[in-house]
């Protein structure tokens, strides 16, 4: 995944390199490794249900996709008759979002999703038990 490390010596031109990275493929983004050095990663983004964007019955569509951490879900949807909350395992069981919760609601949410399971609901009344959630793993 990582395509390219610079040392912090050599940062000004790294910039450039991330700037020059970032204009010509907009998913190229710097992470910190362990040694606090910046890579470059390219990552994969996703528009959640695909044509029909983030709604009802859309719980199937992560089926078949293989994510990995880095990859960003974009939620298209009227941002007046949904919301995006990122939730735990037992709030997309339940469909219930735990005290804390992260909720976006512009219509277009771009959620970059971190190693392991990722579950997301819409908690408007009604909408989650209508297969409004997914759960996506990310290897
Ligand atoms: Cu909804």
Not at 109 to 136: E, Q, S, T, W
């Amino acid at each position: 995944m990582a395509l390219a490390t610079q040392s912090p010596a050599n940062s000004a031109s790294y910039s450039a390199s991330l700037l020059d990275a970032a204009k010509a493929n907009r998913r190229a983004y710097c992470i910190r490794n362990p040694l606090g050095l910046c890579e470059i990663a390219h990552a994969k983004s996703y528009v959640v249900g695909d044509m029909k964007g983030w709604t009802f019955f859309v719980d199937s569509w992560p089926k078949g996709k293989r994510f990995r951490a880095g990859d960003v879900l974009v939620f298209k949807y009227l941002p007046t008759a949904h919301n995006v909350v990122k939730v735990n395992h037992l709030g997309y069981r339940t469909c219930t979002v735990p005290r804390g919760s992260y909720i976006t609601r512009t219509g277009n949410d771009h959620i970059r999703l971190v190693k392991g399971n990722n579950y997301f609901i819409c908690n408007l009344p009604g909408h989650c038990v209508n297969a409004m959630r997914i759960a996506v793993y990310a290897s």
